[in-house]
């Protein structure tokens, strides 16, 4: 297993649209046990393929209380929407120390295949719905805070490139 390191925004890696999985193979599975170790690891809920700079349809997720409840959907889809949405707050692994409201559907259905290649439907709804919303679009290349206004959107720009020029440093 590998820690990887998750790409931050700005970085334009994180707007390219991820490719379907051809194959549920030995080297997704790998994938797939590198990317979950690399979300408890760094203590997030959810991680995209995308923000490790691989760009297929992979996302891992745990949104239980124990952090011992792995959620695998490699070529999700989503198959129904509520009629509801509600604004959350939401953070992301890609955009640490920023918190902003997000308006997302209430509940989703998605349809994926697991780890070992098996398809099934999975509904969700509170946080998790949020987050499987929230991880198909970096699939799509799309990060949370695409969704706020421009201002608030180019104040966290400039925050997230001034502290990795001090990282740098
Ligand atoms: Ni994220």
Known sequence: MALLPILCYPDPKLHKV??????????IQSLV???LETMYEAKGIGLAAT???VHERVIVMDVSEDRDQPLVLINPELVWTS?????NEEG?????GIYDGVERFDAVHVTALDDRGQSRTIEAEELLAVCIQ????????????????????NRIKTKMIKAKREEER
Not at 18 to 27: E, I, L
Not at 83 to 87: D, S, V
Not at 92 to 96: E, G, H, I, Q, Y
């Open 18 to 27: 991820a490719k379907p999985v051809v194959a549920v193979d030995a080297r």
């Open 51 to 53: 923000q490790i700079d």
């Open 33 to 35: 046990r590198d990317m």
């Open 134 to 153: 929230h991880e198909m679009d970096h699939l799509m290349g799309k990060v949370f805070v695409e969704y706020l206004s421009p201002l608030k959107r």
């Open 83 to 87: 009629p509801t949405r509600h604004i």
């Open 92 to 96: 992301c692994l890609s955009v640490p």
